[in-house]
């Protein structure tokens, strides 16, 4: 049974700007801690962005994308998007969205390549 569904993914130049988004069926998304994962090739997956679903709750970001990333959420529609901007090449990876901490089961996950 699929929970999440990532879509917006693509391959930018450095700097520039991407919109990722995800959908998910999960009954509990209105008090599910929604975040985001990527995975680079060869590496572990790791932590990117964070919200709880309470009105006004503060995320949390991994220090690297502090200051360019924005995760938000809309509850209305079990919607949590990523906007990232200024993006670098280290950005690169799959990106992923689960709950946190996450399930076992993920996404099939969107790809963003930023070239030099």
């Known amino acids: 049974q699929e929970q999440f569904v990532e879509t917006g993914g693509g391959q930018v130049q450095a700097g520039e700007s991407l919109r990722l988004s995800c959908t998910t069926s999960r009954r509990t998304f209105t008090t599910d801690v929604m975040g985001w994962f990527r995975q680079a090739p060869g590496k572990e997956r790791e932590f990117v962005a964070a919200?709880?679903?309470?009105?006004?709750?503060?995320?949390n970001y991994r220090n690297s994308v502090k200051g360019r990333f924005i995760i938000s959420r809309d509850n209305a529609k079990n919607v949590v998007d990523l906007q990232m901007k200024s993006l670098k090449p280290e950005d690169t990876a799959v990106y992923y969205c689960?709950?946190?901490?996450?399930?076992?089961?993920w996404g099939q996950g969107t790809q963003v390549t930023v070239s030099t």
């Open positions: 919200v709880p679903g309470w009105l006004g709750a503060h995320p």
């Open positions: 689960n709950t946190w901490p996450p399930q076992d089961v």
